[in-house]
């Protein structure tokens, strides 16, 4: 279940869904908050995947895989030893 927070300095999501809170777009779901962030990376095995938010509670990065409908996530301790930022 979504709730409202105050309003925070950054917006946040949580797969794609936005929530509205004052003049600020915000969504928390059970300890989670995900901030936005936009990056293009390719993956140990060379596939490109593109990043669209860190959670900043568990510290987790989140992302999606090219044909995948879903988002994944990996710990964000380890995502630089599988994955390196490219060009967009």
Request: charged letters at 25%.
């Amino acid at each position: 279940m979504y709730r409202a927070v105050g309003l925070l300095s950054t917006t946040a999501m949580r797969h794609g869904l936005w929530v509205t809170a004052g003049f600020l777009r915000v969504a928390i779901m059970d300890n989670e908050i995900i901030v936005p962030f936009e990056m293009a990376c390719r993956d140990s095995h060379g596939v490109v995947v593109r990043v669209t938010g860190i959670d900043t509670v568990n510290h987790r990065v989140i992302f999606r895989r090219p044909g995948y409908p879903h988002d994944c996530a990996y710990p964000r301790r380890d995502f630089g030893t599988k994955f390196k930022k490219v060009q967009a």
